[in-house]
């Protein structure tokens, strides 16, 4: 399957065209939400996107607006439900990738033919130290260390 295919709208069928181009990433996390009859499935990259604001701007939103209508409609549901500041539409398994690997969630819903994509950035914080590998003998004595996972 190619990463530039358009999303089909049928939500088996994209989420199925997103695993194909994620197959070797073992970090990318899809995980399904059935709120008032409708699934979606919400992706994005552990360690690049926080979790946290992924429950508290999609996920709780999303089940918190079963049933009233809202979710049927994927502008409404960006416009009132999403509480992220920075969304966007993405149209294909290739620019879905580009976001997920930007920090961002990407969440596929039925029948729309497009992904929403939402701000959620945990970027890991290098901290400046000493370092405790090498030794220097000229030049500054600080090196960078960052954890992979925290």
Do not use: Y
Not at 114 to 142: C, H, M, N, W, Y
């Amino acid at each position: 399957m190619a990463a530039d295919a358009p999303f089909s709208g049928c939500h088996t069928l994209d989420v199925r065209l997103l695993r194909a181009v994620m197959a070797d990433c073992d970090d990318v996390i899809f995980r399904p939400v059935s709120a008032g009859g409708f699934l979606m499935t919400v992706v994005f990259a552990d360690g690049l996107a926080d979790t946290a604001a992924i429950e508290e701007r999609i996920i709780q939103p999303l089940q918190d607006a079963a049933g009233d209508g809202r979710l049927s409609d994927p502008d409404r549901f960006r416009a009132e439900i999403c509480s992220a500041a920075e969304t966007g539409w993405v149209h294909s398994a290739g620019e879905a990738a580009q976001a997920i690997f930007s920090g961002r969630a990407v969440v596929i819903m039925a029948d729309s033919g497009q992904a929403l994509s939402v701000a959620t950035p945990d970027f890991p914080q290098r901290e400046i130290g000493e370092s405790k590998i090498e030794g220097l003998t000229r030049g500054p004595q600080d090196a960078f260390n960052e954890s992979i996972t925290d």
